[in-house]
DNA sequence: ATAGGGTTAG
C-alpha cells in the first residue's frame, strides 16, 4: 500500500540514510584518508598531512559530518588543520557549520580537549591554530571560552594579534560586560599591540549599548593620542547611539561637527539615515525630511534604507500621496530603485492593515514587470494562503516564479502552501508546487511533513497520493538531514 | 568596522 510505503521509508530515511550526496563523491578521492583518520584517532594531524589534493568546502563539510556524532573530537582536528591549510579558507558558514554540528555552545569544553591533545601529542601549534579556535568560539558566541583560549596562548610560547584581541572584544561588548572588553582593551597597550579602528568602533557601539555615552565619546581622546583618527564609520556609531538615547539636538549638533570636519569624517548614506531614522520613529517627519534635504545638498543619494523609513512614516500618517512623491524624488537620487521603493510600500500598507491597497499596488508592480522584492511577495502570498485563497497564493507564487524571479520568498511558505492545496484537495497545483519545490531545492521542513503525511493518509485522491509519494520520497532525506542541525 | 526588513549558496 502506498501510505504504507511513505512512513516506511520516512523511518528508515531516519536510520539509515547517508548525509550527502556529496559524500559519494568526496569519498572517492579521500575514503582512504578518513578511514585512517578513524582508525589512528590519536594522529589526526599526521594522518591528514598525507593528504593530497584539493580542498574545498564541500569536501570539509562531508568530513564533519561522517566524523558527526561520535567522533566530534576527530572531526574538529580535522575542521581545525583544515583552517590552517594555504589554499583554503573556511568561510562563516563553514564556522558556523562545525559550531552547530558539534554543539561547540552545548559543548564548550571540546575544544579545550583539543587543545590539551595537541600539548600532550606535542603537535606543533601556531597562532594560526588558535584562530580557528578563536573563531569557532566567535560562532558560538562564547565570550569566556574565547578568553580563555587568549590565556592559553602564552603556555605554547605565542602571543595574540590585534585581531585576535578584537575578536575577544568583540564578544565581551555583544555580551554587554565592557569592564572586562575595556580591560582587554588595555591589555593589549601593555603587551605593544595598538589597538585599531576596529577596536575602538565595536567599543563605542558596546558602550553605546549598554548606554555609556561619556565611555563611548572619552574614547575620540584615548585614540587621537595613539594615533588612530576616528573617522565616518566610528561618529557614526556614537551618532547612532546619542539617537539612540533621544538627544537629537545633539544628535545634529555632532553630524554638523561631521559636516564640518569633512574628509573621512564626511557623513554618508549610513550616517544620515541613522538620524532620519531615528526621527520618524519619534514621529518628526518634518525633522526627518529636513535631513534628507542635507543629505541630498550634500550629493549623498538616499538608498532602499532611507527610502523604507520614510515611506513607513507617510504610510503610517496616512500620507500616501506624499509617499509617491517621495519615492519619485528618491529614485531621481540613483541610490534606490521603483522596485525597491515600491516593495517598501507594499510592506508598509500591510503593516498598517491596508491590505487591499497593498495587493492593488503588488498587482500593479507585477502588471509593469516590476519585481517585488522577497518579503513583499512573501507577505502577500502569506496573505492569500491564510486568508483561504491558497490557489490564488500557489498562482502568485507561480506567476514570480516565472519572472525569473531569484531572490526567494521565505521558505516556509511553499510548505504552507502545499499542506493549504492538499487540505483542499487541490491536487494539480500540489503536484505542480512540489516539482517547484524540488527544482528550487526547498526543503519541507518536519512539522510540514507530518501534516503532509496525514492528509495523504486521509485522502482518497489517488492521482494526488501517487503523485505526491512519488516525489516527496526523494527529498524527505533532506527533512531529516535539515532537521538534525 | 557604521543603519536595516529576514538578503544568495556554500
Known amino acids: ?33 578518513l578511514n585512517h583518520l578513524q582508525e589512528n584517532s590519536g594522529n589526526v594531524e599526521k594522518t591528514l598531512s598525507t593528504f593530497k589534493g584539493p580542498l574545498d568546502s564541500k ?3 562531508g568530513v564533519l559530518h561522517r566524523c558527526y556524532p561520535s567522533q566530534s573530537h576527530t572531526g574538529l582536528r580535522f575542521f ?5 591549510q594555504s589554499d583554503y579558507r573556511h568561510t562563516p558558514y563553514m564556522y ?14 571540546l575544544l579545550f580537549d583539543v587543545i590539551e591533545a595537541y600539548r600532550a601529542e606535542r603537535c606543533s601549534v601556531t597562532v594560526k591554530t588558535f584562530k580557528v579556535v578563536l ?32 575578536l575577544v572584544i568583540r564578544l565581551f561588548c555583544v555580551k554587554g560586560d565592557m569592564n572586562t572588553a575595556e580591560t582587554l582593551m588595555k591589555e593589549m597597550g601593555l603587551i605593544d599591540l595598538y589597538p585599531d579602528m576596529i577596536t575602538y568602533v565595536e567599543m563605542a557601539k558596546g558602550f553605546c549599548s549598554v548606554g555609556r555615552l561619556d565611555d563611548a565619546f572619552r574614547l575620540f581622546e584615548v585614540m587621537k593620542e595613539h594615533g588612530c583618527l576616528p573617522d565616518k564609520v566610528l561618529y557614526s556609531v556614537l551618532l547612532h547611539g546619542i539617537c539612540k538615547f533621544g538627544n537629537m539636538e545633539k544628535a545634529l549638533e555632532l553630524l554638523d561637527e561631521m559636516e564640518k570636519e569633512g574628509g573621512s569624517c564626511s557623513p554618508n548614506v549610513v550616517t544620515y539615515t541613522s538620524v532620519i531614522q531615528r526621527f520618524c ?20 543619494s538616499p538608498n532602499r534604507v ?25 529614485v531621481k537620487g540613483g541610490g534606490v530603485s521603483y522596485e525597491e521603493c515600491y516593495s517598501s510600500l507594499v510592506v508598509s500598507l500591510k503593516r498598517n492593515e491596508r491590505t487591499e491597497e497593498a495587493e492593488k499596488l503588488f498587482r500593479k508592480m507585477l502588471d509593469g514587470g516590476l519585481k517585488p522584492d522577497g518579503l513583499a511577495c512573501s507577505i502577500m502570498i502569506k496573505e492569500l494562503a491564510s486568508g483561504g485563497r491558497v490557489v490564488d497564493g500557489y498562482e502568485l507564487c507561480d506567476e514570480i516564479e516565472k519572472m525569473g524571479y531569484l531572490t526567494s520568498i521565505d521558505s516556509d511558505l511553499y510548505s504552507l502552501l502545499l499542506v493549504g492545496l492538499c487540505e483542499r484537495n487541490h491536487s494539480v497545483e500540489a503536484v505542480k508546487l512540489v516539482k517547484l519545490m ?23 485522491d489517488e492521482e494526488l497520493v501517487n503523485h505526491l509519494t512519488e516525489n516527496l520520497k526523494s527529498f524527505i532525506p533532506k527533512v531529516i538531514i535539515d532537521s538534525s542541525n
Open 135 to 166: 573563531n569557532l568560539y566567535k560562532q558560538a558566541k562564547l565570550a569566556d571560552e574565547a578568553l580563555l583560549v587568549l590565556r592559553k596562548m602564552p603556555e605554547f610560547g605565542l602571543r595574540a594579534d590585534t585581531t585576535m584581541y578584537n
Open 80 to 84: 581545525i588543520w583544515a583552517g590552517l
Open 1 to 33: 500500500m502506498v501510505l504504507f510505503s511513505i512512513s516506511r521509508s520516512l523511518s528508515s530515511s531516519v536510520r539509515f540514510q547517508n548525509p550527502k550526496v556529496s559524500i559519494v563523491q568526496f569519498s572517492v578521492v579521500s575514503g582512504d584518508i
Open 306 to 330: 532611507t527610502a523604507s523609513c520614510l515611506i513607513e512614516r507617510f504610510c503610517l500618517e496616512g500620507r500616501l500621496n506624499e509617499a509617491y512623491k517621495l519615492i519619485d524624488k528618491v
Open 438 to 460: 524540488l527544482m528550487k531545492k526547498i526543503k519541507l521542513k518536519s512539522p510540514y511533513i507530518d501534516s503532509i503525511v496525514e492528509i495523504l493518509k486521509k485522502s482518497r
Open 96 to 109: 558556523n557549520k562545525a559550531c552547530k554540528l558539534f554543539s561547540i555552545s552545548q559543548n564548550p569544553k
Open 281 to 300: 520613529e519619534k514621529g518628526q517627519t518634518l525633522e526627518a525630511l529636513e535631513v534628507l534635504n542635507r543629505m541630498e545638498a550634500r550629493n549623498c
Open 59 to 61: 569536501f570539509v563539510s
